[in-house]
């Protein structure tokens, strides 16, 4: 009789089975109407996704929300004085915001490659403990080259932690449940610009302090609290469902199967929650299990894949006007004629509301299973919020339009990520895929961070623009996802009518991924 561990080891692949296991194991998850989920009936399935939820997500907002106040706060520091201290031009003071992204896009691929291979409880918080050290050694540089190699070592240092984190979260959750959790710790970003504007008017007031000025102080301060929490996430964070301590060995199998299995899995959850749902991807409505194990392969399918090169039109739509915002949203705020400290506090509303927003829609997006209406929806709404800010002069209708696409940008870019990776099947594809989106697209941050100049205050209508541009760009790349996965989808039901799947294998569909004719894609 085989062992509890047997019994319920659904992640085993086919070389450790007999041959007659295996065959039988695919001819039931081929034909069968319920392949395996009956095993776990009795398993409360919210009750799990809470236990998860609950030990996951904090720790990993807490992880994002001080990557994104540390690669933030030189937009506070240059108003507290930065710029004029270390006797720095506009231009210089663009640079050192500018190649932070060029390391940042380098370095994510090979990291995401490398999380699961060295385990994600070691891996973050050790790249964690790295940028915490550059980040207060920011805070002793005494001229312009301390700061640009300061921030092309933060690039490298911190290139790992959100892609890593977006990729993790899909060897926890299904596709169907992923942008609620994945708004749920990247809302610590728009958290992180509130505190980043409330820590700044705090740590200024030390200025002079052991003879350092007050912007310095924010960087060592926010630097020792990386570290300090990067030691702490060591024995805080799990590596994957298999080996997760906090949940029973069933709990554990049931959620390693429902990811191996995910358009069986979401499809019996929309039944439980009385939504009406259409052909899930797979043989007989179910998902072929996804191949797990590395091959250079699914690294290549990534590079090739359309879809993903497409997408990142749309994440530049949305992350540039993220990063001119996260960056410049206190400079933009004080030439309206607000002092230092005031702007400050006055970022605080835009990123407490924009945080909110993005789980509310997060919820509904995922409840729905769409993700296109509301990324183009927050588009358009980027759309009429700068517009706000180029067409006037009026600080109350500038502060309203930097408001409104702030609320729109935060919701839109969990969204991004969440279609692609839903849309990527295989472990490693989807790996290398999002790392890709990730890494190209920030480069969109390095365009953005050199379109607010000095020279163009207190209107900055070429930053303003050059905004409205890519979001442009990026509602014309949406639909062209849009209508591409439709066709696509409607091709794949008319050759599974005419039974074209039963020419391949469940191992070539498995090697195939998202190319298979039985995956549909999300939209």
Known sequence: M???????????????????RAVQRDEQLEYAPGPGLEQFAHLDQ?????????????????LYLLSFLDRGNIGN?????????????????NWCLTVFFFTYAAFEVPSNLLLKKLRPSRWLPTIMVAWGLVMALMGIVRGYSGLLAARIFLGVTEAGLFPGVAYYLTMWYTRGELQLRQAMFFSAASIAGAFSGLLAFAIAKMDGTAGLEGWRW??????????????????????????????TEE???????????????????????????????????????EADEFK???????????????????????????YGISLFLPTIIRELGYTASTAQLMTVPIYITAAILAVIFAYISDKVGKRSPFIIGFLFMMIVGFSMCISSTNPKVVYAGVFLAACAIYPAFPGVISWLSNNLAGSYKRSAGMAIQIGVGNLGGAMSSNFYRARDSPRYTLGHGLELGFISAGIVAAFILLGSYAMINKKRERAMADETSRRYTNEELSVKGDKAVTFRYMY
């Not at 998860?52 to 907002?61: G, Q, V």
């Not at 049931?254 to 959850?269: C, E, N, S, T």
Request: charged residues 25%; glycine residues 6%.
């Open 296 to 322: 250079w392969l699914y690294v290549r399918q990534a590079f090739l894949d359309w879809q993903i090169w497409v997408n990142i039109f749309v994440y530049w739509g949305i992350v540039c006007p993220l």
């Open 46 to 62: 919210k009750a799990i996704l809470r236990k998860m939820d609950m030990r996951l997500i904090p720790m990993l907002a807490i």
């Open 2 to 20: 085989d062992s509890p561990e047997r019994k319920y080891d659904t992640s085993r692949s086919k070389e450790d089975e007999s041959p007659s």
């Open 218 to 247: 924010i960087f060592i301060l926010e630097g020792i609290a990386t570290v300090v929490v990067a030691l702490g996430a060591y024995f805080l964070l799990y590596d994957f469902p298999e080996t997760a301590t906090f949940l």
């Open 77 to 93: 520091a240059k108003i507290e004085g930065l710029q004029e201290d270390l006797n720095m031009t506009p231009d210089q003071y």
């Open 251 to 289: 709990e554990r199998a049931f959620v390693v199967f429902r990811l191996k299995y995910q358009g069986l899995a979401d499809k019996k959850r929309k039944e439980n929650e009385g939504v009406e749902e259409g052909v899930v991807s797979g043989r007989q409505g179910h998902m072929v299990a």
